[in-house]
């Protein structure tokens, strides 16, 4: 999932978490032809079989219409020459005549000649709940590390489902969602966990009462189908797709659906597929990974006391994290930042070495007596109220494709036995990810049976970009779709866990992706990368 995402399910009820923690071509241009329901004995073959024709339906009608492509509004805050639209898709795909929904969307041109321009490439941020609409300000900015791929693609991004400008769905109030402190994460007692239950309970409630309409429809397998349906209306006749972290899951799930329309697909940060782990064994899962994670953070700050002084042992810097997070659980500094909002704020280093320095050196000031600078990094801003939109918008979607996206176990004693036993030796992220999630258990809506991700007739070999100790998304993620996805390439950093690997300067990285975009040429076999530079302090 991505940065942004996490940050909005970080300030959620209860706790702070992290995920884990997202088209029939009329007319001139040429389609293939519309994917048949998976095969799989998943016992809802009549469904599929309805949902592949609304798609079908609904590509066709996108693929006439196209994209009327305008100047984005001002506050979209896209810079020119970026242009936006929208695509119309069903609410229900099994009902493709029933109520449609806009799903927005955006693009920049190929910076290369049309000779060079091999299409649009598509891509998604993960979540579930971001939005990708800033993929073509990759352009604009010039980015290097894209600049290749900007010369054959033009750049697309889009809010998915109940995203952002796309029918977006609420579970809360947003300036209830981020007012703080909220409740300590870690429960001292069985009514600290009674209090968060209700809290959980509630939310779900609030999920039905404010977007009860769309819910039964936020499921991954449907965004997918989006995905068609935008490739449709850009008139292109396969899919060109970069997915990070849950972009990941909807990239399998897409190719899944719809294997022979895709062309390129380069998926980053893989959440695991397995149906035995969507979605709440890859919680656990990610849990363990995080402490992993944690302690090299922790690690790379001890080799730098001389910079931080919070000591020059992993347990020296540990002893100070559980120092101030007793402090904040006594009273929160300047009274809103407890430790939810602290795990919110620190949970950012796991995630990405780009915040190794930047943490460490708040959580320096803090011990050297400047609690204010922690105070500002780790509160939330009740004035920002666009931004607190995003993020309880943001939040409401996580919550509802992964409650609705599969079954979760409805009796607490299992919540309580698996978090109560992970917690004892993964204690940073167990228990503020269990309340983050605990809304799955009361859903109100029917949950669904996940898809069975494999390879089908016309899939083109997949790349797949993985860190070795991912906090969020653990390495087996990447080894089960690779297992799954015949043909499939699989490119290892080893020795790093920067979560999202595409966008970092690593030549070994960069330039196999490169490759693939552009010629689509993959290695002969798996390659093993060194990891990219360490954070300097």
Not at 480 to 508: I, M, Y
Request: hydrophobic share 40%.
């Amino acid at each position: 999932m991505s940065k942004s995402s996490m940050r909005r399910r970080a300030t959620a009820f209860g706790t702070a978490g992290a995920l884990v923690t997202a088209t029939l071509i009329a007319g001139a241009v040429s389609a293939p032809a519309a994917s048949a329901a998976p095969a799989d004995g998943q016992g809802h073959a009549r469904g599929w079989d309805r949902e592949a024709r609304g798609a079908a339906v609904a590509a066709a009608r996108a693929a006439r219409a196209g994209v009327d492509w305008k100047d984005c509004a001002a506050d979209w805050n896209l810079p020119k020459p970026i242009q936006c639209g929208y695509v119309t898709v069903p609410l229900d795909y099994a009902k493709p005549d029933g109520k449609q929904i806009k799903l927005a969307v955006d693009r920049i041109g190929n910076t290369g000649s049309k000779g060079e321009r091999q299409g649009a490439l598509i891509y998604n941020p993960g979540g579930p709940g971001g939005s990708g609409l800033r993929f073509p300000a990759r352009v604009t900015s010039k980015s290097a590390v894209w600049a290749k791929a900007a010369k054959a693609y033009d750049f697309v991004g889009f809010d998915p489902r109940g995203v952002g400008h796309s029918a977006p769905i609420s579970c809360v109030d947003p300036q209830e969602f981020v007012a703080a402190p909220k409740a300590d994460p870690v429960p001292g007692s069985e009514a600290d966990k009674r209090v968060q239950r209700g809290l959980a309970r509630a939310y779900a409630e609030g999920c039905f009462e404010r977007s009860g309409e769309m819910l039964p429809h936020m499921t991954t397998p449907n965004t997918a189908r989006d995905l068609d349906v935008i490739r449709a209306a850009l008139g292109e006749t396969k899919l060109n797709y970069l997915g990070v972290s849950y972009g990941t899951y909807l990239g399998a799930v897409y190719g899944t659906l719809f294997p022979d329309h895709v062309r390129r697909m380069v998926v980053d940060s893989v959440v695991n597929p397995s149906r035995d782990k969507i979605w709440y064994q890859a919680n656990l899962d990610q849990d363990v990974a995080f402490e992993g994670r944690w302690k090299d953070w922790q690690d790379w700050v001890a080799a730098n006391d001389a910079t931080y002084h919070l000591g020059d042992t992993r347990a020296e810097v540990q002893d100070q994290w559980l120092k101030l997070r007793a402090t904040a659980a006594k009273e929160p500094l300047g009274g809103v930042v407890g430790p939810a909002e602290l795990i919110s704020f620190f949970q950012s280093a796991p995630y990405y070495d780009s915040a190794w320095a930047p943490t460490a050196e708040i959580f320096s000031k803090y011990v050297a007596g400047d609690t204010q600078a922690l105070v500002d990094a780790a509160a939330p801003d009740p004035s920002d109220t666009a931004g607190n939109a995003s993020a309880e918008n943001g939040n409401a979607v996580y919550t509802a494709v992964e409650c609705t996206d599969a079954k979760w176990p409805a009796n607490w004693n299992t919540w309580d036995r698996d978090n109560t036993r992970l917690h004892r030796d993964h204690p940073f992220m167990t228990w503020a990810n269990a309340w983050m999630n605990l809304p799955c258990a009361t859903w109100p809506v029917k949950q669904q049976t996940p898809l069975n991700v494999k390879t089908g007739k016309g899939l083109p070999p997949v790349l797949i970009v993985q860190s070795e100790r991912d906090a969020a998304t653990p390495y087996a993620g990447a080894v089960e779709l690779h297992q799954r996805f015949k043909g499939s390439r699989l490119v290892t950093e080893r020795d790093a866990g920067s979560h999202g690997v595409t966008g970092l300067v690593n030549p070994c990285v960069n330039d196999r992706v490169d490759a693939y975009l552009l010629t689509g040429e993959l290695d002969a076999r798996d390659v093993t990368c060194a990891p990219h530079a360490t954070p300097k302090p």
